[in-house]
């Protein structure tokens, strides 16, 4: 029996309006996929990149990169997966604002019991973002307890995870965010200093927090607006992890730049991580182990239906939101 599926596509880049709701047939799982039921899917910034037309990615689109709910049925080849398994993902291809879709097994993970669907939903991309950046994405000389880290854009969905997971670990972040609000929500999930840097310059309270010598690590998602002051704001031999664009590409770089402090420079992406099936098992292992044992809580702050995906896409862009999004399917 062939069954639909209400799915959020898009004709053609454009604002968030650019988005209607098609009903899609969906069909049955070929070798290495899954059909899967979503209870919610997240909503991630890399979704206004993939509306907008950032990415050039063939058309018409369907869009999401993130969802949980129940294992419908199995291809062939598919082995650590059953129908009726609680699961959740980020993964490619988009298409996860939907509430049932046919897609590749190799990054959905079984979803532990004690966490929820919205949950699930909420926290796989921005969880291993985290996950892969605070663990992962260090200088050679490493990342210990005690560190400097710069984490712009702290109270947003991956920066809240930051603050929380940096804490655990030990680190001293110091987070950026949009409005006094907003770094006090920072302030309260671990960051040990806020800055608002849309009303102070970050270079200098980051010189004055270290004692002049700078962070170890930036993880700079915000891109254009905050790129010359990341850099600013290393110490010798730092990295620079830039890992978004919210404000707009960063201007192109001279790799002269970097030389003055001798600065470690990457663009590093969640995909690259997840690339294979066991890469993506351990770092959702880690990732459930974190959030169970308490030292990260998953804040959903907003949550829409899924036929609300416009205003979502709107509170996001205007930078309305705190923490996690879910479209609740
Ligand atoms: N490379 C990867 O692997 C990877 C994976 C996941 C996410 N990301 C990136 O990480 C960032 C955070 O993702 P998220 O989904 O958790 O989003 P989010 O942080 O919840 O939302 C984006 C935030 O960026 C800040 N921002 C600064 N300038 C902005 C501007 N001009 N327009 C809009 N927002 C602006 C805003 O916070 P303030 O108001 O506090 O400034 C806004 O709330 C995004 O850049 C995303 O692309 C990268």
Not at 20 to 41: F, M, N, Q, T
Not at 139 to 146: F, H, M, W
Not at 171 to 182: C, E
Request: contains cysteine; glycine residues 10%.
């Amino acid at each position: 029996m062939s069954q639909t599926s209400p799915t959020v596509r898009i004709d053609r880049p454009g604002p968030p309006e650019a988005m209607h709701l098609v009903d899609l047939p969906v069909g049955e799982p070929g070798p290495g996929e899954i059909r899967i039921r979503h209870h919610a899917c997240g909503l991630n910034f890399i979704d206004v990149y993939q509306r907008s037309g950032v990415y050039d990615l063939p058309l018409p689109l369907s869009l999401g990169m993130e969802g949980a709910g129940v294992v419908e049925a199995v291809g062939e080849g598919v082995t650590h997966l059953k129908a009726g398994d609680r699961a959740a993902y980020a993964s490619q291809p988009p298409g996860a604002y939907c509430a049932l879709r046919v897609m590749p097994a190799t990054c959905v993970v079984k979803l532990p019991d004690a966490i929820s669907f919205e949950t699930g939903a909420a926290m796989m991309l921005k969880g291993l973002t985290a996950q892969y950046l605070l663990r992962k994405t260090t200088p050679p000389s490493g990342l210990r307890a005690g560190d400097f880290v710069l984490f712009h854009a702290a109270a947003g969905g991956v920066g809240l995870i930051a603050c929380q997971w940096a804490r655990s670990l030990g680190l001293r972040l110091i987070g950026t965010a949009g409005s006094d609000a907003k770094c006090a929500l920072a302030a309260e999930h671990g960051a040990e200093f806020t800055i608002n840097y849309r009303r102070e310059n970050f270079v200098d309270r980051v010189r004055e927090i270290t004692g002049g010598r700078g962070v170890k690590v930036v993880y700079d998602s915000v891109g254009n607006d905050t790129w010359q002051g990341s850099l600013e704001s290393l110490e010798p031999l730092g990295l620079m992890a830039s890992f978004g664009a919210s404000s707009g590409k960063p201007p192109p770089i001279e790799v002269a730049q970097l030389a003055k402090n001798s600065l470690f420079l990457t663009r590093a992406t969640l995909f690259t991580h997840i690339a294979t099936r066991e890469s993506t098992q351990a770092m959702a292992d880690d990732l459930f182990q974190t959030v169970l044992s308490g030292a990260v809580t998953i804040r959903i702050d907003q949550r829409y239906a899924l036929a609300d995906v416009v205003q979502a896409h709107r509170d996001l862009e205007a930078r309305k939101t705190t923490g996690s999004s879910v479209l609740v399917v």
